[in-house]
């Protein structure tokens, strides 16, 4: 919607409103308006189209993800680095039902560009690896399966690792 450093100047904006109100004795308009500039600093690091792109891809709507994502026109300029990372971190993965090698560019800037949750990482390079095998190179896949591995503490893609690690012994 806003620019990350407009976002910031209204945060600013509305902090300084706050402390207004809050010196002339509203302090119920004074914590309204602390809430406000609360949801401009959280829109600042967590992007509010690539919120609602992981809520559709959730819900297995590739065609709605796609749509939010399309309403982020500059990337690099619009997003923190971390948000870029997630910005390709979706587009590799719904770019991986019809177009493995467009997924790999995707995913392979996502882990360049960094993603804040090890699960995600863990998933991009377990994504990684399933092309590297796609694209026969078994030597490739096995050092991302490992690396995937150690990302995923809490076991959520062990079954996919062991499905992953099975269809590498018939290649």
Known sequence: MFHKNIKLVLAALT???SV???SQGNIG????????TGMFVLLYFKNEFILLAFLQLRRQNFPGAQKWLS???NPSAALTKKQEGYYNYLHGIMMSQTNITQAEKYLRKAIRL???MNHDLAMAKLQLAGIAMTKRRKREATTLLAEAKKLDKHGM???????????????
């Not at 308009?29 to 406000?36: K, P």
């Not at 079954?159 to 018939?170: A, L, T, V």
Request: charged share 20%.
């Open 157 to 171: 893609l062990k079954e996919q690792m062991q499905m992953m690690k099975q269809q590498m012994k018939r290649i």
């Open 114 to 116: 960094g993603l804040s």
């Open 71 to 73: 309403y982020i026109k």
């Open 20 to 22: 207004y109100e809050f």
């Open 15 to 17: 902090f300084a409103w």
């Open 29 to 36: 308009n004074g914590i309204a308006i602390l809430l406000l």
